[in-house]
Nanobody
């Protein structure tokens, strides 16, 4: 499986961006797609995840209704809609795919496949 993330860019605080993650290869029904983010010198941080078949969703607490994860199975693409962006949301955002157990959904080591990352910069 290969993942291609896109959609990052520069946006003013309060603005919106939609990230996309296109997958090639077989996506098994038990897979989950997730978004993580990382800033220099920091650990990769969980943002959101979605079960590819059922659509069950998990969010990090800091999302607080601002972000929405979704997927289009026919297009083999996942999305992260980010609204009300803040300067502290500035990071490289990575999409990931794998079959983590429930207790590991928010852990980066639960995912086997990773996209290349897309930079999101939010100016104040």
């Amino acid at each position: 499986v290969q993942l291609q993330a896109s959609g990052g860019g520069l946006v003013q605080a309060g603005g919106s961006l939609r990230l996309s993650c296109a997958a090639s290869g077989r996506i098994f029904s038990n897979y989950r797609m997730a978004w993580f983010r990382q800033t220099p010198g920091q650990e990769r941080e969980f943002v959101a995840a979605i079960n590819w078949s059922s659509g069950t969703i998990w969010y990090a607490d800091f999302v607080k209704g601002r972000f929405a994860i979704s997927r289009d199975a026919a297009k083999r693409t996942g999305y992260l809609q980010m609204n009300s962006l803040k300067p502290e949301d500035t990071a490289v955002y990575y999409c990931a795919l794998g079959a983590p157990i429930l207790s590991a959904v928010r852990m980066s080591n639960g995912y086997a496949y990773w996209g290349q990352g897309t930079l999101v910069t939010v100016s104040s």
